[in-house]
């Protein structure tokens, strides 16, 4: 399942894609389509927000203009190198900003929250001091993190 089509990859290149190009544009799309649900979240085709089909079409023709994933490229005396591709170079990938944007729109966002943490075996009784379990056969061994805390 594929979140875009090959003519809509065709449409974000500039120049006409040759068999081997079509074949690697498809599967780009299909594995473009994967990381989506992936960091997303496993939209539908048909359902799946424009933002999506964007950021998959961006990765798929990031890789078919660079297959390879050089980093430098030289012809005669001229030099042009890419130093933003990093270690996914030569595979499909979004970049940082484009997995943000992914996780946004699947209504994952990062955030902090608290959890009360109360031990195994604890008694927690309102107005009353709780207690912790011990393993030498001794009194259990008071818990002050209430109200009613001697500190």
């Not at 709780?130 to 209430?146: E, I, W």
Request: hydrophobic fraction near 40%; aromatic fraction near 10%; proline fraction near 7%.
């Amino acid at each position: 399942m594929a979140y875009a089509t090959l003519d809509e990859l065709k449409g974000r290149l500039d120049w006409e894609l040759d068999e081997d190009e079509l074949r690697i544009g498809a599967s780009a799309l299909e594995d473009a389509s994967d990381l989506a649900a992936e960091y997303g979240r496993d939209w539908a085709a048909t359902s799946a927000p424009r933002l999506v089909k964007t950021l998959v079409l961006k990765a798929a023709a990031r890789y078919v203009r660079n297959p390879h994933g050089y980093t430098q490229s030289r012809a005669g005396d001229e030099t042009l190198a890419w130093g933003d591709i990093g270690r996914d170079a030569g595979s499909v990938y979004f970049t940082r900003e484009e997995t943000r944007l992914l996780a946004e729109l699947a209504g994952r966002r990062p955030c902090l929250t608290t959890a009360p943490i109360i031990a195994w075996g604890t008694t927690r009784r309102p107005g009353r001091a709780a207690t912790v379990p011990v393993d030498y056969g001794g009194d259990p061994f008071p818990l002050y993190g209430d109200p009613v805390s001697p500190w």
